[in-house]
């Protein structure tokens, strides 16, 4: 509901502006093939939100996707964005990942409204480009959340101070969604989940070598299974710090995570250390990332780790390919997650 | 007498251990100098159109504009890298950007998908860098002194390294 009103209310304001041209028509988009197959164990969860499932089949569904970004600049403060992804997880049904206005308050300060990706973590946002980072996909263990977008407000503030990049970006809104890919998929029951009163920020610092990123999101959480509610007004937090260092061809990438739903006694901890090395247009890598849910007082755990090696070539400036070996470690008791599993998958990844 | 022959090799070697030391160290001087000479006389520069409106603005401007933010007084509308000249361009990369070419274009892929940015042109020929330069006077690129100096229709603002 609140997506088609936002949706709505974008495309009025745009209509209003008689005098947009083609010349203030900016496109460009991103695009992954993947292929890839289980060759140990039955089933691989690489990506949680769309419930994208690798088995010992041959697939190209679960990480092949294609975005493309529309930006029309109504005047000099004044554009509108919008961006439609098509995942091979969803059965390559459209999605809106963005569509916003976007207005320049100043140099430093922009302020947005409508639909966006939810900055929970460091990939959060740009989890479907996967020209922006050496693995087929961020890792999995990482990135287990049903919800990722809201619709609202966000504000963010660009400052110079010296040589470092520096974003802060404050948002608030919420999201609705209905037969949760996930939630759904895990259960085998369908599940509708919203999360509202969402508050969040994301504090990013980085110069050359170095990139530090805290975020902090809190909100409510509403579930019902089959219809029937099962869960209202439940708080939520999210927190995350990560660090990522680039020290001449030599790259380290971190990420340690946290959520808590104190209501249902769910602690949740992620964390991932990556090394990779730059050898001219061939990047190897080499990645641990795992997911710990402590058994709490529902009888409740989820306990997994992936270690994943890879190696990306980058062909042409537009172009990577990829290919990455991953071993799954399934140690949950009461919520195991598809366990043990070795997946191989090979892609390339474009932008234009 | 073995015991003074020992004694003897040994200051030998001392010697040509030295020796080896320093003459390693002379000539990573002489290297570093000569980098050094060659880096200063490396020059490159912001340039324009001549028409351009366009005046001189801080290397830390120059920075964010390349990396899709906009300029403080809103007069710089675009921004052209220059791939015409790869030893510029690492210069600027080097220099300017800080950062090497894979962080540069991490960063500005990340920074069109996520905060919806535009794509940074990038020209491959001089003659039409310039070209896009007339036609958008409020466009920037960068190449060496010397390749802005034989290049008509440009104007430099400022020196960038």
């Given at each position: 509901?609140?997506?088609?009103?936002?949706i709505?209310?974008?495309?009025?304001?745009?209509?209003?502006?008689?005098?947009?041209?083609?010349?203030?028509?900016?496109?460009?988009?991103y695009?992954?093939?993947?292929?890839?197959?289980?060759?140990?164990?039955?089933e691989?969860?690489?990506d949680?939100?769309?419930?994208?499932?690798?088995?010992?089949?041959?697939?190209?569904?679960?990480?092949t996707?294609?975005?493309?970004?529309?930006?029309?600049?109504?005047?000099?403060?004044?554009?509108f964005?919008?961006?439609?992804v098509?995942?091979?997880?969803?059965?390559?049904?459209?999605?809106l990942?963005?569509?916003?206005?976007?207005?320049?308050?100043?140099?430093?300060?922009?302020?947005?409204?409508?639909?966006?990706?939810?900055?929970?973590?460091y990939?959060?946002?740009?989890?479907?480009?996967?020209?922006?980072?050496?693995?087929?996909?961020?890792?999995a263990?990482?990135?287990?959340?049903?919800?990722?977008?809201?619709?609202?407000l966000?504000?963010?503030?660009?400052?110079?101070?010296?040589?470092?990049?520096?974003?802060?970006?404050?948002?608030?809104?919420?999201?609705?969604?209905?037969?949760?890919?996930?939630?759904?998929?895990?259960?085998?029951v369908?599940?509708?989940e919203?999360?509202?009163?969402?508050?969040?920020?994301?504090?990013?610092?980085?110069?050359?070598?170095?990139e530090?990123?805290?975020?902090?999101?809190?909100g409510?959480?509403?579930?019902?299974?089959?219809?029937?509610?099962?869960?209202q007004?439940?708080?939520?937090?999210?927190?995350?710090?990560?660090?990522?260092?680039?020290?001449?061809?030599?790259?380290?990438?971190?990420?340690?995570?946290?959520?808590?739903?104190?209501?249902?006694?769910?602690h949740?901890?992620?964390?991932?250390?990556?090394?990779?090395y730059?050898?001219?247009?061939?990047?190897?890598?080499?990645?641990?990332?795992a997911?710990?849910?402590?058994?709490?007082?529902?009888?409740?755990?989820?306990?997994?780790?992936?270690?994943?090696?890879?190696?990306?070539?980058?062909?042409?400036?537009?172009?990577?390919i990829?290919?990455?070996?991953?071993?799954?470690?399934?140690?949950?008791?009461a919520?195991?997650?598809?366990?043990?599993?070795d997946?191989?998958?090979?892609?390339?990844?474009?932008?234009? | 007498?073995?015991?003074?022959?020992?004694?003897?090799?040994?200051?030998?070697?001392?010697?040509?251990?030295?020796?080896?030391?320093?003459?390693?160290l002379?000539?990573?001087?002489?290297?570093?100098?000569?980098?050094?000479?060659?880096?200063?006389?490396?020059?490159?520069?912001?340039?324009?159109?001549?028409?351009?409106?366009?005046h001189?603005?801080?290397?830390?401007?120059?920075?964010?504009?390349?990396?899709?933010?906009?300029?403080?007084?809103?007069?710089?509308?675009?921004?052209?890298?220059?791939?015409?000249?790869?030893?510029?361009?690492?210069?600027?990369?080097?220099?300017?950007?800080?950062?090497?070419?894979?962080?540069?274009?991490?960063?500005?892929?990340?920074?069109?998908?996520?905060?919806g940015g535009?794509?940074?042109?990038?020209?491959?020929?001089?003659?039409?860098?310039?070209?896009?330069?007339?036609?958008?006077?409020?466009?920037?690129?960068?190449?060496?002194?010397?390749?802005?100096?034989?290049?008509?229709?440009?104007?430099?603002v400022?020196?960038?390294w």
């Amino acid at each position: 509901m609140f997506k088609k009103i936002n949706i709505l209310i974008l495309f009025i304001a745009l209509l209003s502006y008689e005098t947009i041209s083609l010349a203030d028509i900016n496109l460009s988009g991103y695009g992954s093939i993947v292929a890839g197959r289980v060759i140990s164990g039955d089933e691989f969860l690489s990506d949680y939100p769309n419930a994208g499932v690798y088995d010992r089949d041959i697939s190209f569904s679960p990480d092949t996707s294609i975005g493309v970004q529309l930006i029309a600049s109504l005047d000099d403060s004044f554009e509108f964005v919008i961006q439609a992804v098509s995942n091979g997880a969803t059965d390559y049904d459209i999605d809106l990942d963005w569509a916003y206005i976007n207005y320049q308050l100043n140099t430093e300060l922009t302020i947005q409204a409508g639909r966006k990706r939810l900055p929970l973590y460091y990939y959060s946002d740009f989890f479907n480009v996967g020209y922006a980072y050496y693995w087929i996909r961020p890792p999995a263990d990482n990135y287990t959340w049903q919800i990722s977008h809201y619709n609202g407000l966000s504000l963010q503030y660009q400052p110079y101070i010296g040589e470092w990049d520096v974003l802060l970006n404050l948002y608030a809104g919420r999201e609705d969604s209905n037969d949760n890919e996930l939630l759904s998929f895990l259960s085998g029951v369908q599940v509708d989940e919203t999360w509202k009163n969402m508050v969040g920020i994301v504090a990013e610092v980085s110069k050359d070598w170095l990139e530090f990123r805290a975020t902090f999101m809190q909100g409510q959480l509403d579930r019902s299974v089959n219809g029937v509610v099962t869960a209202q007004n439940v708080k939520q937090k999210f927190s995350g710090i990560s660090v990522n260092l680039y020290l001449y061809e030599f790259i380290i990438l971190s990420e340690y995570n946290q959520y808590v739903r104190d209501a249902s006694d769910i602690h949740v901890d992620t964390r991932m250390l990556s090394l990779a090395y730059q050898l001219g247009a061939f990047t190897p890598h080499v990645t641990r990332s795992a997911l710990h849910q402590k058994e709490n007082k529902f009888g409740g755990d989820e306990d997994h780790n992936t270690i994943s090696i890879g190696l990306r070539w980058d062909y042409n400036k537009n172009t990577a390919i990829k290919v990455q070996f991953d071993r799954v470690q399934d140690e949950g008791v009461a919520i195991p997650i598809l366990e043990d599993s070795d997946t191989v998958s090979i892609g390339v990844d474009f932008v234009f | 007498m073995f015991s003074r022959l020992n004694i003897f090799k040994e200051s030998m070697n001392k010697k040509i251990s030295i020796s080896f030391l320093i003459t390693v160290l002379v000539l990573m001087l002489t290297h570093a100098v000569s980098a050094f000479a060659d880096a200063e006389k490396s020059v490159g520069v912001l340039v324009a159109a001549d028409s351009s409106p366009v005046h001189k603005i801080s290397i830390l401007e120059v920075r964010r504009l390349y990396l899709g933010l906009p300029s403080s007084d809103g007069l710089i509308k675009e921004t052209v890298i220059n791939l015409a000249d790869p030893v510029a361009y690492k210069n600027f990369l080097k220099n300017v950007m800080h950062m090497t070419d894979n962080g540069y274009r991490r960063k500005i892929v990340k920074r069109i998908f996520r905060q919806g940015g535009r794509k940074v042109n990038e020209v491959e020929n001089i003659s039409e860098i310039v070209s896009y330069l007339e036609e958008h006077p409020y466009a920037v690129s960068f190449m060496a002194e010397e390749t802005a100096k034989k290049t008509k229709s440009i104007k430099v603002v400022q020196v960038l390294w």
